[in-house]
């Protein structure tokens, strides 16, 4: 079972949508990170939320805007996106952010951009 | 810089044999390193993880040694099955760079039956 809830599993959407990726957990983890994985490539560490404030953010490009509106939930907002933004965005939680300690991914949205 | 080195890319064995994955690291400061396994189109599963102040760990079939001089850790997998055929990622939590933790390339491990 996957104890990170991530939807929607898949997504297809134009350059010009606007649409949100949902994460949630109930482990009680109080640090959630957003990861873009492209095909056969490692996790690409784009956010992290620490306390349910952000506190890494990797230089990613202003169309992704991430929300962590409690501790328990993760969303990213998509706008106006490219199609090298198309991959696998995974969300994860850990039960501190120092990067210590084990995290939890969860399945994971597979986002096409046409 | 802030990589983690990953080698091999990709290692076939029988089923049965052992299998070895290397990573090294250059933060000094780093304390922790997961392994994780990603099955085709599934998501990246912790299978083990070791702190700096242990030298190895093991679980059951899998486990990890550290060497903090050299600056390199190994995944080792013993009587491998086919089921255990996957890509594997090291990490690394890389303090310099922001309290982050970097992954390696991945090593896709193959267990011929």
């Known amino acids: 079972d996957t104890e990170v809830t991530q939807t929607p599993k898949h997504l297809v959407m134009g350059m010009t949508n606007k649409k949100s990726l949902k994460c949630e957990q109930h482990?009680?983890?109080?640090?959630m990170y957003w990861y873009k994985q492209k095909a056969k490539k490692p996790p690409e560490l784009m956010f992290v939320?620490?306390?349910?404030?952000?506190?890494i953010n990797e230089s990613v490009p202003s169309r992704f805007s991430p929300e962590c509106p409690n501790s328990s939930l993760l969303n990213l907002h998509l706008h106006a996106l490219q199609p090298e933004d198309s991959a696998l965005y995974l969300c994860?939680?850990?039960?501190?952010?120092?990067?210590?300690?084990?995290?939890?991914f969860g399945d994971g949205t597979r986002l096409s951009i046409l | 810089g802030e990589n983690v080195e990953q080698h091999p890319s990709t290692l076939s064995v029988q089923e049965g044999d052992s299998a070895v994955i290397k990573c090294t690291y250059s933060?000094?400061?780093?304390?922790?390193f997961p392994w994780y396994k990603q099955e085709l189109g599934k998501r990246p599963q912790l299978i083990i993880d070791?702190?700096?102040?242990?030298g190895e760990k093991k679980d059951q079939r899998i486990a990890v040694t550290l060497n903090k001089t050299a600056k390199h850790f190994s995944l080792h997998i013993t009587e491998t099955q086919p089921e255990d055929s996957a890509v594997y990622f090291c990490?690394?939590?890389?303090?310099?760079?922001?309290?982050?933790?970097?992954f390696g390339a991945g090593t896709i491990l193959r267990v011929k039956s």
């Open positions: 990490a690394a939590r890389i303090r310099e760079y922001g309290n982050k933790l970097v």
């Open positions: 939320y620490s306390y349910e404030k952000l506190s």
């Open positions: 482990m009680g983890h109080r640090a």
């Open positions: 070791i702190r700096s102040n242990v």
């Open positions: 994860a939680s850990s039960q501190e952010g120092t990067a210590n300690q084990p995290q939890h």
């Open positions: 933060d000094s400061a780093s304390n922790y």
